[in-house]
């Protein structure tokens, strides 16, 4: 299956949660106001999520005269792989990360860290940034923001169900105002929000192998890319960062921990499993 068609299904299914959702707390009413909800706020979250994202870390916007090579790197990818030049930006931290944001690619963003300029080779960081391209170039960052949003819708809805419930919110029986079903009511509280996490993290994890195809491909140097990410991961394990875990999606490398997590519950696919596909690839 393509990632294309699995980020569809999966944005669908996290779709098909929230109403869920808004039909168990309110029945028809109920999955009415949850899909306005829905609509709302991927509205902001197409319009603003780059700025918030870009604030929460303190990314400083650079100029061609603060960071000479970089621009220079960035608009050689750019011109090859045929993409507007993104704003650059530099967030302060020792942890090696980057991650691209943006709307679209007219609109795109690409901040990285000061540990990953001063650990990587030319070739390493020309890797990192095709790769970032690469979710620019695929939309991933739009994508990532839908489901990192309606993720948070899920959670948020959950929680107010969870209190109505203990404070003796009616629930009404099935006359369309509300099913009046405490099993059902039970278990969106316990399972939609772990749900909503799966969805989001394997939308996540699929794009990362295609960001990576990109950048080998925009590069011919999946070699540099795949010894960049070995050394971010131990750059990362040993330097772990104060990341939001709602943004750790957005980094070329989960931001929070080296440490390996079960793969259900991982942001990113296995960092071995990405370097032997641009071992191959070079191959």
Do not use: C
Request: aromatic share 6%; proline share 5%.
């Amino acid at each position: 299956m393509s990632n294309a068609l699995k980020t569809t299904l999966l944005l669908g299914l996290m779709t098909g949660l929230v109403l869920w959702i808004g039909e168990v707390v309110g029945g028809r009413d109920g999955l009415v106001v949850a899909l306005l909800f829905a609509v709302v706020m991927n509205f902001g979250t197409y319009w603003f999520s780059d700025k918030l994202v870009l604030r929460m870390y303190g990314a400083q916007r650079l100029t061609e005269s603060d960071a000479p090579d970089l621009f220079r790197m960035v608009r050689e990818l750019t011109q090859r792989a045929g993409l507007p030049m993104p704003a650059l930006y530099v967030i302060s931290s020792d942890t090696p990360n980057a991650f691209a944001t943006g709307r679209n690619p007219s609109h795109a963003a690409v901040a990285v860290t000061s540990g990953i300029v001063r650990m990587l080779s030319p070739a390493e960081l020309r890797g990192v940034i095709a790769h970032e391209l690469g979710h620019v170039a695929n939309r991933d960052t739009l994508i990532s923001a839908i489901a990192a949003t309606m993720a948070g819708v899920v959670m948020m809805v959950a929680r107010m169900a969870y209190w109505g419930a203990l404070l003796g919110g009616g629930r009404r029986d099935g006359d369309g105002n509300g099913n009046g079903n405490p099993l059902g009511a039970l278990a969106m509280m316990l399972l939609a929000p772990l749900a909503a996490m799966l969805i989001q993290m394997a939308i996540s994890r699929s794009r990362e192998f295609g960001a990576d195809a990109f950048a080998a491909e925009t590069t011919r140097d999946p070699l540099s890319l795949a010894s960049a990410l070995e050394k971010i991961a131990l750059g990362v394990e040993r330097i772990p960062m104060h990341a939001s875990p709602a943004t750790a999606h957005l980094f070329i490398m989960n931001p929070l921990s080296g440490r390996r997590l079960a793969g259900l519950f991982s942001t990113h696919p296995p960092t071995e499993e990405r370097i032997r596909r641009l071992r191959a690839l070079a191959a």
